[in-house]
């Protein structure tokens, strides 16, 4: 079982950078593929970024391809989102989740343990 928290929100002006980081414990937590997902308000969760356990695949939305990266230390435990050159169309509540497994889904039923969430706004 993997238990994660996401920490690193904020407000940011468009164009700004900020970077998200997802803790998680767990002695397994270097055989679980991560990912981040985003929920905007009014609308469904969403798939933003994810990577493997091996750090040799990695997914992103078109939405976000380009400008935000996601990376992982599996000595820290920790799984990050760097984002870069932000939009106002990026303010959400962001979720870090994990699954057991070499595969990466970008889908909401591929994981099984989610955090509570930390939220990213932008301003314009």
């Known amino acids: 079982q993997v238990h994660v928290v996401e920490s690193g929100g904020g407000l940011v002006q468009a164009g700004g950078s900020l970077r998200l980081s997802c803790a998680a414990s767990g002695r397994t937590f270097s055989s679980y593929a991560m990912a981040w997902f985003r929920q905007a308000p009014g609308k469904e969760r969403a798939f933003v970024a994810a990577i493997s356990w091996s750090r040799s695949l990695a997914r992103y939305a078109d939405s976000v391809k380009g400008r935000f990266t996601i990376s992982r230390d599996n000595a820290k435990n920790t799984v990050y989102l760097q984002m870069n050159s932000l939009k106002p169309e990026d303010t959400a509540v962001y979720y870090c989740?994990?699954?057991?497994?070499?595969?990466?889904?970008?889908?909401?039923?591929?994981?099984?343990?989610w955090g509570q969430g930390t939220q990213v706004t932008v301003s314009s």
């Open positions: 989740a994990a699954k057991a497994g070499l595969r990466i889904g970008d889908k909401n039923p591929d994981y099984d343990y």
